[in-house]
């Protein structure tokens, strides 16, 4: 398949994933029980006016399919409609927010590649009881979830040996990486444990193979071989699972930022959640899910460029 | 077909069984009620009498430990046993149909792959209101494409083997065959799939407990007790936080033990 046409067909699929995905959450929403009325009335109940004037207001006397398409046809214009806590534009206190959660994901994202393939380099290399260490570290890795990581890393650091500040974001660039730093090792931890697995296991296959035995019987030096001969085979995998984990990281992100009280899009979402915002509940998701589709599609795509044997479309 | 699990495997499943008992049995073996507070034990440090102390209304933390391990592994169990059935069941559908219904199960698969786990869990609160149900029904709808995906393509290959066309040609029914030929089949990698999801969704359902949304207080459960313990761990007094923390690291890592070995196992019999 050529590139312009399997570029193409792989947008139009993700514009009709997000489409669906976007029928979904906006739909979902109605079925509350009780209906859109029940939360927009809150525990209030309004004179007959009241009502109509609510229902007026929120297009509720319109029907489903209407109300979708004009939400999404904001939605596409970046208006989310307003929040019924804040008396805001969802879209302006998303905007604030995304900043912080998108340094947090970059953050983790440059920790999970560092330490990641650093730790599965040093088990492929070095077989024997270093490897076995890696190993047992990273399973422990893997096995732990964002908020214990946090919550561990709130006690030792932040209050026992008092290296970093605790919770809030921060001010100035500097000082806000300084504040994310306990909350990108939490969120990064288990990619890491993952991205070293796949890392040593991608070396470790690659150094078995018979164009390094004969690198080697030709007697180039050791470090060329694993630079020139391994690490760039190795690559591959390792370049798409970083790409899947970084995906997973927006996920993850919701989770952690409510730990150290970072206002990012995640924290807003619960609180909306608990509040029952609805505006703010479909505008923070469908943010969400647009933007880990998109890495998605991009991991995919690279994956067709960084490895010539593929041709585009035969990535899956 | 025990042994084969290796050392690893054996030390992962006696593990696993002794939380099973302790908390199936947490009324008998549990010191103290887990929901009665007492105020002179209230983040106190490990004694004679409380083994780990009290948390913040000085419950007992180790009898709290011992009931909530049956709301953070029960969540997990419904979850994956709800997303294991109805993943099966589509995947095998979508693999022996072929054509028409394999490509609209496909991509019903492909959209529920676009929302991240947790975020759907998320929706799902936010419609039902905080609590398990909520958390356990969206987590098995976002696991569902997952067991799908894996089981389509091994059903695909397993329906084309000389087998299934024999007993096709004898006269069984595609139900008959899926269900006596082609699932025992399958068995063995649903079962390492599951056990591997299992490992997740005790994670996903912990942190969601943990953000507040799922088990609600004063009900003990691990995710939970790591929140509420974050006070205390302020004050000096992390044994809830790190207790309930480390349980659940503990179970994962066997939990995820196991499904490698189960795993491996299955692709060297391939």
Redesign the interface.
């Known amino acids: 398949m050529r590139w312009p046409i399997f570029l193409a067909r792989r947008l139009a699929a993700l514009a009709a994933v997000l489409l669906v995905a976007s029928f979904l959450v906006y739909g979902l929403l109605y079925t509350v029980p009780g209906g859109p009325m029940s939360f927009l009335l809150g525990n209030r109940s309004g004179t007959p006016e009241q009502i109509a004037a609510i229902r007026h207001q929120y297009h509720l006397d319109q029907p489903f399919l209407v109300r979708y398409f004009s939400w999404l046809g904001d939605a596409l214009h970046g208006d989310f409609g307003q929040s019924l806590v804040y008396r805001q534009d969802v879209s302006d206190l998303m905007s604030t927010r995304l900043t912080t959660t998108g340094l947090l994901v970059l953050y983790a994202t440059g920790i999970i590649v560092v330490a990641g393939v650093a730790l599965g380099l040093l088990g492929a290399l070095r077989r024997g009881p270093v490897d076995t260490v890696v190993s047992a570290v990273n399973s422990v890795f893997l096995a732990t979830p964002p908020f214990v990581v946090g919550v561990v890393l709130v006690v030792v650091f932040a209050l026992g040996l008092g290296w970093f500040p605790v919770f809030g974001p921060g001010t100035g660039f500097g000082d806000r990486l300084y504040h994310l730093t306990l909350p990108a090792i939490a969120l990064s931890l288990g990619s890491v444990g993952f991205l070293a697995r796949i890392t040593r296991a991608s070396v470790g296959e690659e150094l078995g193979r018979e164009h390094v035995e004969t690198a080697r019987s030709r007697g180039l030096p050791e470090s060329h071989i694993v630079r020139r001969h391994v690490l760039r085979n190795a690559s591959i995998p390792v370049v798409t699972v970083t790409g899947l984990t970084v995906a997973g990281l927006i996920a993850g992100s919701v989770v952690v930022e409510n730990i150290f009280a970072l206002d990012g899009l995640g924290s807003l979402l619960v609180r909306a959640i608990l509040q029952r915002d609805f505006a703010v509940v479909q505008g923070v998701v469908l943010v969400l899910v647009t933007a880990f589709v998109i890495v998605n599609l991009v991991v995919d795509l690279c994956y067709s460029l960084i490895d010539p044997r593929l041709s585009p479309g035969e990535a899956a | 077909m025990r042994t084969r699990l290796g050392p690893t495997g054996l030390a992962a499943v006696a593990l696993l069984a002794v939380i099973a008992v302790v908390s199936t049995c947490a009324p008998l073996l549990a010191p103290y009620d887990p929901d009665r507070p007492d105020l002179l034990n209230a983040l106190a440090g490990s004694t004679g009498s409380h083994l780990l102390g009290g948390d913040a209304l000085g419950r007992d933390i180790l009898s709290r430990l011992m009931f909530g391990a049956r709301t953070t592994l029960l969540g997990p169990l419904i979850t994956i046993a709800l997303s294991t059935v109805v993943g099966t069941a589509l995947a095998i559908t979508a693999a022996w149909s072929g054509g028409r219904v394999d490509a609209v199960i496909s991509r019903l698969l ?2 529920l792959f ?6 759907f869990a ?7 209101g ?1 609590g398990m149900t909520g958390v356990v029904i969206g987590l098995s709808v976002a696991y569902m494409p997952y067991v799908a995906r894996v089981v389509r393509s091994a059903a695909l290959r397993e329906r084309n083997l000389p087998y299934v066309a024999a007993a096709w040609l004898q006269g069984r029914s595609a139900v008959a065959i899926c269900w006596r030929h082609l699932l025992p089949n399958l068995r063995p990698l649903i079962v390492a799939q599951s056990v591997s999801a299992f ?1 997740f969704a005790i ?1 996903d359902l ?2 969601i407990s ?4 799922g088990v609600q207080p004063p009900s003990a459960d691990w ?1 939970l007790m ?2 509420s ?2 006070d205390g ?2 004050r ?1 007094r ?1 044994m809830e ?2 207790s309930a ?1 480390v349980l ?2 503990v179970v ?2 066997a939990v ?2 196991l499904g490698d070995r189960l795993g491996s196992r299955q692709g060297g019999a391939r």
């Open positions: 492909d959209v676009a929302v991240p786990g947790i975020v998320l929706v799902t609160v936010a419609v039902l905080p490992g994670i912990a942190a943990f953000l507040g949304l995710g790591v929140k313990g974050l761990a302020m000096g992390p936080a790190i923390g659940i690291v994962v890592v995820t033990a």
